[in-house]
């Protein structure tokens, strides 16, 4: 994988992106093999394979695009290049569970480089058809200008701590990631937190050598704690 600028990127969800999510689907009279079916939380949802385009990260950080296997470079092109004939493309990123967050991060810069900024992730997608939208923001926004009062950073680190922060600087750790009692204490923290702040966005901040899988589950668990307002940040081309 290759290095980059070190520059700051932000994938935020908001209640806009549902919205986004629910006027792109399609319904397919005959469900027939021209669409996808994804689940998200809010419903099953199919879109038009020809705006899909399905990019595949293997266990060994190997890049697949559409059945091609391809560099980062040569992803950011074949972006740029579908988008010519279909401007509403969006991208399907099925990453397999051990991936690391520094790979994931440097797929999101390819994929912001070649013109998408509509994002899908899935794993295992031929057997989980779970999948979570985003919206990766344009070069130009490097970051949102959140008052501390609704900031709360979930924090995912290497040794599978998970750990909340909120205003007053206090950390609290919450469980392990991938541990069953420690995602309900996340989602039972998250939830009266947004009860008490409506206005709450949550920041998930993983470390890169964390897992794809942990942090898709910690997504999730987040949604399902009733969070909207969630931003990914991390260093671009670190390391």
């Known amino acids: 994988m290759r290095g980059g600028t070190g520059a700051t990127i932000l994938v935020t969800i908001t209640v806009a992106m549902t919205i986004w999510i629910g006027c792109q689907s399609e319904k397919s009279d005959t469900g027939g093999g021209d669409f996808l079916v994804l689940q ?4 099953q949802h199919q879109m038009r394979r020809e705006r ?4 595949t990260c293997t266990e060994e950080a190997r890049l697949v695009a559409d059945g091609n296997q391809v560099s980062l470079p040569e992803l950011t ?3 740029s290049s579908r988008l010519a004939t279909t401007p509403d493309l969006l991208v399907l990123l099925d990453a397999a569970a051990p991936v690391s967050c520094q790979v994931i991060e440097e797929v999101l810069v390819a994929v ?11 794993r295992d997608f031929a057997k989980d058809q779970s999948s979570i939208p985003y919206m990766l923001p344009p070069p130009e926004l490097e970051s949102l200008d959140i008052k501390a009062k609704n900031r709360l950073e979930v ?17 609290q750790d919450v469980g392990a990631s991938g541990d069953t009692g420690g995602e309900r204490t996340l989602a039972q923290q998250v939830t009266a937190r947004l ?4 206005n709450l966005v949550i920041f998930v901040e993983p470390e890169m050598t964390v897992s794809y899988g942990a942090l898709f589950t910690t ?5 399902a704690a009733g969070a909207r307002r969630i931003s990914l940040w991390g260093r671009l081309g670190a390391g």
């Open 40 to 43: 998200f939380d809010n419903g």
């Open 52 to 55: 899909v385009l399905l990019v």
């Open 77 to 79: 092109a074949s972006i």
């Open 112 to 122: 912001r480089e070649g013109g998408v900024y509509s994002l899908i992730f899935a």
């Open 155 to 171: 924090g995912l680190h290497a040794d599978g701590r998970i750990t909340l922060k909120g205003d007053a600087g206090d950390q």
């Open 195 to 198: 009860e008490a702040n409506p």
């Open 219 to 223: 997504l999730q668990e987040l949604r």
